[in-house]
């Protein structure tokens, strides 16, 4: 079996969904049930003994040691963390209890585990470790895109922690040559997206005839890839990646916000029209920008193509059109996140920017 931390949250739940699909080994799930863990998202898993669910912190060495004695999964696949940058810059505590400190935990751990494992499962043992590009800076509109050697420039306390993370994992590597895989990909999106980001806000919005909040000119670019390319290249990663090695993921489809949120807006246009006939584009509005906004991520995927044969299987139009659809199709599930809590960061996040509509 394998080990996935954060596996209620967006891409971790869509990973441990596809992987069940697709094959019959079991997983463990250990998630700490923040207000991005949602276990929901993992109600069709109900009743399956291949999926193993556990309640608990990633900073819990005793709680980890005991499931990996007791299981003795081959791999290790982290995607707990703290995820979102607005969260980072009004409070970046927890940022760095999770995504650095919970990190360092979760590899003393399993380096301690893996340390006393036979010779064969020791060098078949993986530490698989989910990152973003966010933590290569930002672009100019004329660079060239990341690839997996460009220098680390975070610029957010989120990336900032999420570049630690991955320093931490590089060096376990090196210092203790525990066998680990690093992926670092683009911004993703699909079903199962809390609304506090981007697209899935602008649908929930949308529908709820809110504003559409774009922040400062919405020209800011983004890499975007369908959530289920993300879980498949890691599936992949985790298959035949080299140990020690860097994989950048991403989806070849840069797109500037407001292109996003227009595209967001014409899919609802044909698939859920106003009863007044007025365009979704009429909510949107322009707001306070992102302190230290990054102005543009690109990710050069060349690597996993060229050496493990990966590539995306969905365009940004067949994902987003799916995407879509799905919150259409989930309601409850939309509805259900809409808790106090949620409420009260929208009216943090929001309420001091000042707007106005197109
Ligand atoms: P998310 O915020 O939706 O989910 C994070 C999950 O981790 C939640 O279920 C939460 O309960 C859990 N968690 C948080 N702190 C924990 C802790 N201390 N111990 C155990 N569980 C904890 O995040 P996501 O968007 O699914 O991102 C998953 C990973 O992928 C993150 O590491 C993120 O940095 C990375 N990533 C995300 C994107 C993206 O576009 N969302 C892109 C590239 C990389
Ligand atoms: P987000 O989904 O928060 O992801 P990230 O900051 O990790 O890229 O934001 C994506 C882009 O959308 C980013 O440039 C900020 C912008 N954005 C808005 O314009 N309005 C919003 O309300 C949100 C949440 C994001």
Not at 322 to 328: A, E, G, P
Request: a negative charge; hydrophobic letters at 35%.
């Amino acid at each position: 079996m394998i080990l996935v931390t954060g596996g209620a949250g967006f891409i971790g739940a869509n990973f441990v969904l596809d992987w069940l699909a697709q094959t019959d080994e079991s997983i463990i799930n250990l998630d700490a049930l923040t207000y991005a863990g949602n276990l929901d998202n993992l109600s069709s898993l109900e009743g399956d003994a291949r999926h193993l669910f556990v309640h608990g912190d990633i900073s819990d060495t005793t709680l980890l040691s005991n499931l990996l004695a007791t299981h003795q999964p081959r791999a290790v696949l982290n995607f707990a963390a703290e995820s979102h940058v607005d969260r980072s810059i009004l409070g970046p505590e927890d940022f760095i209890q999770t995504n650095i400190v919970g990190t360092f935990k979760l590899l003393e751990t399993v380096r301690a585990h893996w340390n006393n494992l036979p010779a064969d499962a020791k060098k078949n043992f993986r530490f698989l470790h989910v990152s973003t590009d966010e933590v290569y800076g930002s672009l100019t509109k004329d660079e060239p895109a990341f690839t997996e050697t460009h220098r680390y420039e975070p610029n957010s306390p989120y990336s900032a922690s999420k570049a630690a993370s991955d320093h931490l994992v590089r060096s376990y590597h090196h210092t203790y040559g525990l066998p680990v895989l690093t992926t670092n990909c683009s911004n993703n999106y699909g079903p199962y997206h809390f609304p506090e980001k981007l697209i899935p806000l602008m649908i929930v919005n949308a529908l709820a005839g809110k504003p559409l909040p774009v922040y400062g000119d919405g020209q800011q670019i983004r890499d975007w890839l369908y959530v289920k390319d993300h879980c498949s290249a890691i599936r992949r990663v985790l298959e035949a990646g080299i140990s020690g090695e860097v994989y950048n993921v991403g989806g070849w489809n840069e797109k500037p916000n407001l292109d996003i949120v227009h595209t967001v807006c014409s899919l609802l246009d044909e698939l859920r029209p106003k009863t007044d006939r007025q365009s979704y584009n009429a909510q949107i509005t322009y707001v306070t920008d992102r302190p230290g906004h990054d102005r543009r991520y690109a990710i050069d995927a060349s690597k996993i193509e060229r050496e493990l044969g990966w590539k995306p299987a969905e365009t940004f139009e067949t994902g987003i059109r799916k995407t879509v659809m799905w919150y259409l199709d989930n309601q409850p599930w939309v509805a259900n996140v809409q808790s106090g809590n949620y409420r009260e960061w929208l009216t943090k996040n929001y309420a001091e920017r000042s707007g106005t509509s197109t």
